[in-house]
DNA sequence: CGCAACCGTGGAAGCGCTTCCACCGCAAGT
DNA sequence: ACTTGCGGTGGAAGCGCTTCCACGGTTGCG
């Protein structure tokens, strides 16, 4: 059988020590020219490759930051919410040349986000869909930031929630909707609840009645949810669902019983992906500076300096045709 | 400074030794009930979590298999097509206890395959957008599935791009098509070319002019791509662009021109994404099985057992309002 | 011309874990 | 009673890499 090649084999190779060949290949501390070129040599000679595992080991360092994303199943990694953080994270690690691992956290294993973080050759992780339970499970050491609700030990970053929400119904109401339904998040999901909370405030200032239905951020969820909502409130005049994905979902369902948007029912979603000025019609929503966001949680890992416990982001409206 | 506790620490505390405390942690060789519960109590007193990378190491194990899409920017990896491949392959890891990664390897740098692939911890490496010289550079050890074109030593799986492509041409041209022009994949991504083929014939075959616009499977290019087609050949009525993202960026771009869909020309994408029947007008497309195609490659890579060069899961025509 | 400073080098000790091997005491077999 | 066997155990050797440290051999300065 043919063993890869290991650091030593390159040193015997160039016929220096171990140590000489160690200081070349990670560039790290005095090597003569001469002995440079030599190990250069041996190592494309072998095709020898450094083993990561050994090396964080060794140097208790990390190279890798990760994304980890709860949920109930791994579908949700598809999301486009969890693609544009990924990218996010990754243009922050390759600038400090550390890769990025993307892990999906079973919801119902909240230890799991322990296991992740404490691992060597981690530097830190990116939390998407914080929960308290993985929260709480963390060792006093985890470098972790989250994109949503933090902790005492946990910093967190996130779009401003309830003012985006606030915006987007203030809006709806503006334009004389009188009976304003809403598909929310996850309920595992504290960051979500803000939103929740918006809502029931704007409901209690112009008097209508809440109408809550909930949601998981799917599209699939979102046309089942816009059944559910027209079925129980037949006289709804607007959703606003958490989630554009769930937003073009209620889209759907509803041009599936026949409701017009925006005539009868205005549709809006939270978010603004790349999908929102291209549906049928085009997504009113507010923004959501994910990439900003997931930045900012990735420095904060990192660099590790330290962060006031919750960084909000600021939400601007974009109005289009289904309000 | 607190260390973070160790497997000796946790076989100290138990007031075992440290070769009893791995063979309770790991659940391998035995133990009396008696040393089980000791170990158990002291891992749950120090909060200790077995160090990766160390097990890695000791036991040429690997905790993780890789999603590497490889690319010119971290932004390919907010791609659906992306997601649903992780997504898939997530899955099947689930099912064997390993871990997911997901890695962006930067197009200019085709050795960062090798080195992915080689790293301990790593199971093994499930590839998008194989390219030739990173294929070429891997050493002859790798555990690499491709979803696209392979070599001698990667399994490859992928749609049929020839047939898929096939058919909705002959469908664009049976609806009485006369000049269909083609978003075409990033040149540098060999299995692309297969579509491009299929399209040279079916323009042979019925006497149609070769129109062809180099695209990268987004949006924003889909976008730009329809203004050059039309610009360059105004007598154009149908675009077939590889790649629903993109055919849902011809179909913004044609909607700027002024020009009608499908009524003067028809649009038509690749990968029937969840996206493409919830646009304006819904997308008509082909369907790419890549949660199929993923798990295949995934399982490839993880039980090794020797596959065909290339398996190609088969495409159906959706048709919808786009044409 | 002698001493200090310095650069490049190799030896060796670990990083935290697994696993081979030798060992002990015990119950069962002859 | 004396082997045999076996489940449970600890000692110790590594996995591949980094890094501390000590050691010549040069250089440059007084």
Not at 103 to 117: E, F, G, I, K, S
Not at 285 to 308: F, G, W, Y
Request: glycine share 8%.
């Amino acid at each position: 059988m043919i063993r890869t090649p290991t650091l030593a084999d390159v040193a015997r190779h160039a016929g220096v020590s171990p140590a000489t060949a160690s200081r070349v290949v990670s560039g790290r501390g005095p090597a003569s020219p001469e002995a440079r070129r030599r190990v250069a040599a041996a190592v494309a000679h072998l095709g020898y490759v450094p083993d990561a595992a050994a090396r964080a080991l060794a140097t208790h360092g990390g190279t890798r930051v990760a994304v980890a994303v709860i949920s109930g199943t791994p579908t949700a990694l598809t999301d486009p919410y969890v693609g544009r953080v990924v990218a996010a994270t990754a243009e922050v690690a390759a600038a400090r040349e550390v890769g990025v691992a993307l892990h999906w956290l079973p919801l119902h294993d909240p230890a799991a986000l322990a296991r992740l973080a404490h691992g060597r050759g981690i530097d830190g992780v990116v939390l998407v869909n914080p929960t308290k339970p993985a929260l709480e499970l963390l060792p006093r050491s985890a470098r972790v930031a989250a994109i949503g609700a933090g902790s005492r030990q946990v910093p967190a970053f996130d779009v401003d929630n309830r003012g985006g929400t606030t915006g987007v119904l203030r809006h709806l109401v503006g334009s004389g909707r009188r009976h304003v339904a809403m598909v929310t998040g996850p309920s595992w999901l504290p960051c979500a609840e803000r939103a929740v909370d918006a809502y029931r405030r704007v409901a209690r200032e112009n008097g209508y009645e809440v109408r809550l239905v909930p949601g998981d951020f799917t599209t699939t969820r979102g046309a089942t949810a816009a059944a559910e909502i027209m079925a129980r409130w037949p006289d709804t005049d607007a959703v606003f669902a958490l989630g554009d994905l769930a937003a073009l979902g209620v889209l759907d369902g509803l041009r599936v019983l026949g409701v017009e948007v925006p005539g009868d029912v205005a549709v809006a979603g939270f978010d603004d992906i790349a999908f929102a000025p291209l549906s049928r019609p085009t997504l009113t929503t507010t923004t959501n500076p994910v990439e900003q966001i997931a930045a900012h949680a990735a420095t904060a890992v990192l660099d590790r300096h330290p962060t006031s416990p919750l960084t909000l982001f600021p939400s601007t409206l974009v109005v289009r045709e289904s309000t």
